[in-house]
């Protein structure tokens, strides 16, 4: 008897446990399923354009994001990149980190950069970033590791596609000059 109730006064208190609210979250009215993931808070991409990286968020409504925390690394050997240029946020004092500038709706930072390895490795860059909910909830520093596309206009060729066309039309050069090579005073014999 004793045991059962020990059982039952146990599964009471874990589950009021499991429904309490994290210390982040003590004394604000949303519940914490309110908030969006962080992925789908802040979507990032990145794309090179000449021999500069456009890192770009889109923003959830009601969310943002701290630009002194915004910051854009190499992750690829070889890679060499220059400060991210951001441009002017919206001033927003926060209660716990004071005045700072912030970003809502959309941001793109520009990334000058240069490979020393001609491209022999993909290219990987390494964005990290802080944003918050309106509602008051801010989110852990957030690291991930991009391989940005390539920006080509209509009719533009990559390097790699350049290289792919000037070997097929080597090798069929190499073809037809050893074909030329080899019938070179031969003729030809048909079988009897």
């Known amino acids: ?13 874990l589950a009021g446990s499991a429904l309490a609210k994290p210390w982040w979250m003590r004394g604000i009215e949303s ?6 993931p962080p992925d789908a808070a802040f979507r990032v991409g990145a794309q090179t354009d000449g021999s500069a990286v456009r890192v770009r968020w889109v923003i959830a409504d ?11 690394a190499p992750e690829s050997p070889d890679l060499v990149m220059a400060p991210a ?6 001033l927003k004092t926060d209660p716990y980190l004071g005045q700072n500038e912030v ?3 959309q941001v793109e930072a520009t990334v000058p950069y240069r490979r020393l390895d001609y491209g022999a490795h993909p290219m990987q860059i390494k964005v990290t970033y802080q944003g918050c909910a309106e509602a008051g909830l801010c989110y852990p520093l957030i690291t991930k590791v991009l391989f ?10 990559t390097p790699h596609h350049r290289w792919e066309a000037i070997a097929i039309v080597g090798g069929l050069l190499g073809f037809l000059v050893a074909g030329l090579s080899l019938r070179k005073g031969r003729k030809l014999e048909l079988p009897a």
Request: positive net charge; without cysteine; aromatic residues 12%.
């Open 62 to 72: 009601g969310y943002y994001l701290y630009r002194r925390k915004i910051t854009v």
């Open 148 to 157: 940005p596309t390539t920006v080509a206009g209509p009719g533009a060729e």
């Open 31 to 36: 519940n914490e399923t309110d908030f969006l």
């Open 1 to 13: 008897m004793t045991r059962a109730l020990f059982l039952l006064m146990s599964s009471m208190l």
């Open 85 to 90: 240029a951001l441009p002017p946020g919206t």
């Open 103 to 105: 970003y809502t709706q």
